[in-house]
C-alpha cells in the first residue's frame, strides 16, 4: 500500500459516520508542518497569517507551540474579532476604509493595545482620523514596502500590485508623517514578497518555467535584501523604537529569515499545505486540509460524478486555480466539464472501485479559501476524528 493509500483508508475510517461533503484537518501532518517552518525560521518568531487557517482552534493551536507569535489578520472587522476574543497581537495585513471598524479601534484601550494597522498612504491616516467618532486611544501603525521586483529600468515588474512605497525616502518620509501626528505610533514595517514566497519554482512538466522562476526569484532575494536593509535603516532613524520587521511567507521562509533586517516572518499556507505548494524546491509539506465529496453516479466505465466540488481559488483564473483529485489516486477531471457547483465527473481507472455513497478527497489550490465553504473542520488524529471546530464561516463570520 502507498502512502497516499494509506491515508485514504485512515481519512475513509476516520469519516465513516460522517456524511460528505466533509472537510478534515489531518493533525499530525498540520504539527509536522508547524515545526517544519519554525525550522525554517532559524529562530526568528513566525506570525501566523489567518487567512490561510481560518479556524480559531487552529490559530490557538499553533500560537501555543515554540516558534510561533501573533497573528496577521486580513481584514479590520477580523482583526477586533479576534482581539475581543483574546489574541493580544493582531497585525492587519492590509489597509482598510472600515470606518466603524476604525471608530470601535479607537475607543476601546484593549483593542487599540492588540490591533496594529497597515498603511502605506497619508490619505489612510486622514480616514482613521475622520472614522474616531471621539476615540482618543492612540492607533497602532505599520508601513508596508512595495517589494515587487524592478528590470529595464522599471518597465518591466515582477510582483503584486500592492504598497506605493518602494524606495527608503518614501517609507521614511510616511514614517515621519505618522510619528508627527497626534494619536498614532509607528510601531512596524512589512514588506511581503509574493513573487518569491507564493510562486512555484520547479512546476512538473514546465522545466524550461521552472529554471526562469529560480532566476528571477534568486534576482529578486538579493534585490530585495538589499533595499529592504535600506528601508529599515532609514525608518529606525526616524522611529528607533519600532517594534518588528515582518517579511517572508511560506515559500520564502528560510531566505527571508537569513536577512538581519527582518525580526520575524509571516506564513500560514505552510500549516494545510494546499497544492499550489507542491512546486517548490526550498521545501516539502505534508497536506493537512482535504475535503471530500460522495459518489452519487457512475455516468460509465472509468467514470464517477461527485456532488459538487467547483471551489475555486481567487487570483488569476487558470487550471491551478482548482481543487486537484487527490485520494484515490489516478482520477481526473472531464476536460469538457471540470469541476462543477453541482456536480463533478471523475474520470480513471480507480472509478470502477468506487461505488455510489463513497467519498473522494480533494486537496485546494489555496489553504483558507476551503474554509469559506465548510463551517466545521474535523481534527483526524491517526484513524479517528478526535475533535470538530468551527471554521469562521461556521461562528457565523464572513469577512470577505
Not at 27 to 37: G, R, T, V
Not at 269 to 276: A, I, T
Not at 341 to 355: I, K, M, W
Request: net charge neutral; glycine share 10%.
Amino acid at each position: 500500500m502507498t502512502p497516499r493509500a494509506a491515508d485514504r483508508a485512515r481519512y475513509d475510517r476516520a469519516t465513516a459516520h460522517l456524511d460528505a461533503p466533509v472537510a478534515i484537518v489531518d493533525l499530525e501532518a498540520f504539527d509536522a508542518n508547524a515545526d517544519d517552518l519554525v525550522r525554517r525560521a532559524g529562530g526568528k518568531p513566525v506570525r501566523v497569517a489567518s487567512k490561510s487557517v481560518r479556524c480559531r482552534a487552529l490559530l490557538e493551536r499553533v500560537l501555543a507551540r515554540g516558534g510561533f507569535a501573533g497573528i496577521m489578520s486580513f481584514t479590520l472587522d477580523e482583526s477586533l474579532w479576534l482581539a475581543r476574543a483574546g489574541f493580544e497581537d493582531v497585525l492587519l495585513a492590509y489597509p482598510s476604509a472600515d470606518r466603524t471598524g476604525f471608530g470601535e479601534l479607537a475607543g476601546d484601550a484593549k483593542l487599540a493595545a492588540a490591533v496594529t494597522v497597515m498603511v502605506d498612504d497619508v490619505a489612510q491616516l486622514d480616514l482613521i482620523d475622520a472614522a474616531r467618532a471621539g476615540g482618543t486611544e492612540e492607533i497602532r501603525v505599520c508601513l508596508e514596502l512595495d517589494t515587487s521586483l524592478r528590470l529595464l529600468g522599471g518597465r518591466v515588474r515582477v510582483g503584486a500590485l500592492r504598497s506605493p512605497l518602494r524606495e527608503p525616502a518614501q517609507l521614511a518620509e510616511l514614517a515621519r508623517s505618522v510619528v508627527r501626528r497626534p494619536g498614532f505610533r509607528l510601531v512596524g514595517l512589512m514588506a511581503y514578497e509574493g513573487h518569491v514566497a507564493g510562486v512555484g519554482d520547479a512546476v512538473a512538466g514546465r522545466p524550461l518555467r521552472s529554471r526562469a522562476v529560480r532566476l528571477m526569484q534568486s534576482a529578486a532575494r538579493k534585490e530585495l535584501a538589499a533595499r529592504r536593509a535600506a528601508v529599515v535603516r532609514a525608518v529606525r532613524a526616524v522611529a528607533p523604537d519600532l517594534e518588528f520587521v515582518n517579511g517572508g511567507g511560506t515559500g520564502s521562509v528560510q531566505h527571508t529569515a537569513a536577512e538581519d533586517a527582518v525580526t520575524e516572518i509571516a506564513a500560514g499556507s505552510g500549516l494545510y499545505v494546499p497544492r499550489l505548494f507542491d512546486n517548490y524546491t526550498s521545501f516539502s509539506g505534508r497536506p493537512a486540509a482535504l475535503f471530500a465529496q460522495p459518489v452519487v453516479r457512475r455516468p460509465g466505465v472509468g467514470v464517477v460524478t461527485v456532488l459538487g466540488g467547483g471551489y475555486p481559488a481567487s487570483g488569476a483564473p487558470g487550471p491551478d486555480r482548482l481543487p486537484v483529485p487527490y485520494l484515490p489516486e489516478g482520477l481526473r477531471y472531464d476536460p469538457q466539464e471540470g469541476p462543477g457547483e453541482v456536480q463533478t465527473p471523475l474520470l480513471g481507472s480507480p472509478a470502477d472501485d468506487l461505488r455510489i455513497g463513497d467519498k473522494v478527497w480533494f486537496r485546494h489550490a489555496k489553504a483558507g479559501e476551503l474554509c469559506e465553504r465548510f463551517d466545521t473542520l474535523h481534527l483526524v488524529e491517526g484513524d479517528r476524528v478526535t475533535a470538530a471546530v468551527p471554521t469562521y464561516r461556521g461562528e457565523g463570520r464572513t469577512f470577505l
